[in-house]
C-alpha cells in the first residue's frame, strides 16, 4: 500500500520541505551526488525523492516519525533508517575560504531539546541548547552552524567553545554586545564616566545595528522548520538538523 505523501506529485514538495520544485531537484541531486543511493542492508522502498522529502516533512512539521512514516506508506523502522542515512547527506558543506570582501554575522539561537545532555534550563523554564549561527552578510546565506551547547552557556563562550569561530578568522565578523572580548565587531558602549557616545559612535551603532538585523531575520526563517521550536532528538541529533535546516534554507534563498 502506497503513502499519501510522495514527490511526484509537486503540490506536496513547497508545503512540507519549504523548497519550490526547481529547488528541491537541486536538492535531490545533491544528495544523489552524496551517496544517497548507495544501499545499506535492505533495497529502499522509496526512491531517493521521496526519502528526502520525508526527511524534510519530518523537520518541518516536527510530527514524531511514527507520524510521518504512514504518510509515505513504510514503517517506524524504515524512516529512522531514512533519517540516519539522509540527515549527513543533507548538511551544509563546510565554509570555504572567503572572498575578500566577505563579512560575517554571528548570532546564538536558543533550540528547546528534550535531551538535557545538550541543555539547560533557561529564564522561561524550558530546556534548551545554545546554538551558534554563521552567515554572510551580503548573501545572507548560513555558513557555518556551531556544536550545540547548553541553553545556560552566554554567547561570548560558546562562540569558541561551539567551534563556529574557525568559520570567522578569516572575515570581519559582526556580532552584537554580548559578544564582548572576542574581537568580533560589536557595536559601541559608554565607558565609564561616558555620558553618552559620540556622534559618528552612534552613527556606526545605527550601520551596525542594520547589518546585524540579517542574521535576526535568519534566525525565525530557520525555525520554519518547526523541529527547531522543541526538538525531541537526542545525540547529535539537534546539530544533524540544524545543519540540513541550513541546506534547505540556503537553497530556499537561492531563486
Given at each position: ?18 523548497l519550490t520544485e526547481p529547488q528541491f531537484t537541486k536538492l535531490v541531486a545533491l544528495v544523489r ?124 563562550r560558546a562562540f569558541t567553545e561551539s567551534g563556529v569561530d574557525r568559520a570567522c578568522r578569516n ?54 522548520w518547526k523541529i527547531l521550536r522543541d526538538c525531541r532528538l537526542k545525540g547529535n541529533g539537534v ?17
Amino acid at each position: 500500500m502506497g503513502g499519501v505523501i510522495s514527490a511526484d506529485d509537486p503540490k506536496w514538495i513547497e508545503p512540507f520541505s519549504g523548497l519550490t520544485e526547481p529547488q528541491f531537484t537541486k536538492l535531490v541531486a545533491l544528495v544523489r551526488r552524496r551517496g544517497g543511493d548507495i544501499q545499506r542492508g535492505r533495497p529502499w522502498r522509496l526512491p531517493l525523492e521521496d526519502r528526502v522529502l520525508l526527511v524534510a516533512t519530518y523537520w518541518r512539521t516536527n510530527l514524531t516519525l511514527r507520524q510521518v512514516a504512514p504518510l509515505f506508506g513504510v514503517s517506524k523502522s524504515a524512516a529512522d533508517r531514512i533519517l540516519d542515512h539522509l540527515a549527513p547527506l543533507l548538511a551544509i558543506s563546510l565554509a570555504r575560504r572567503p572572498r575578500k570582501d566577505t563579512v560575517h554575522i554571528v548570532d546564538g539561537t536558543l533550540v528547546p531539546t528534550r535531551d538535557r545532555n545538550v541543555a539547560a534550563s533557561g529564564k522561561n523554564y524550558r530546556y534548551s541548547t545554545n546554538l551558534q549561527v554563521v552567515i554572510d552578510a551580503n548573501s545572507r546565506l548560513v555558513v557555518a552552524i556551531g556544536l550545540p551547547l547548553p541553553g545556560s552557556r552566554n554567547d561570548c563562550r560558546a562562540f569558541t567553545e561551539s567551534g563556529v569561530d574557525r568559520a570567522c578568522r578569516n572575515a570581519p565578523t559582526i556580532a552584537d554586545g554580548g559578544y564582548q572580548g572576542t574581537g568580533l565587531l560589536i557595536p559601541h558602549r559608554k565607558r565609564r564616566g561616558q555620558t553618552h557616545l559620540s556622534p559618528r559612535q552612534e552613527a556606526e551603532n545605527t550601520v551596525h545595528r542594520r547589518a546585524r538585523a540579517r542574521v535576526e531575520h535568519a534566525l525565525p526563517r530557520l525555525k520554519n522548520w518547526k523541529i527547531l521550536r522543541d526538538c525531541r532528538l537526542k545525540g547529535n541529533g539537534v546539530h544533524q538538523a540544524m545543519l540540513g535546516i541550513a541546506r534547505l534554507h540556503n537553497l530556499a534563498l537561492t531563486r
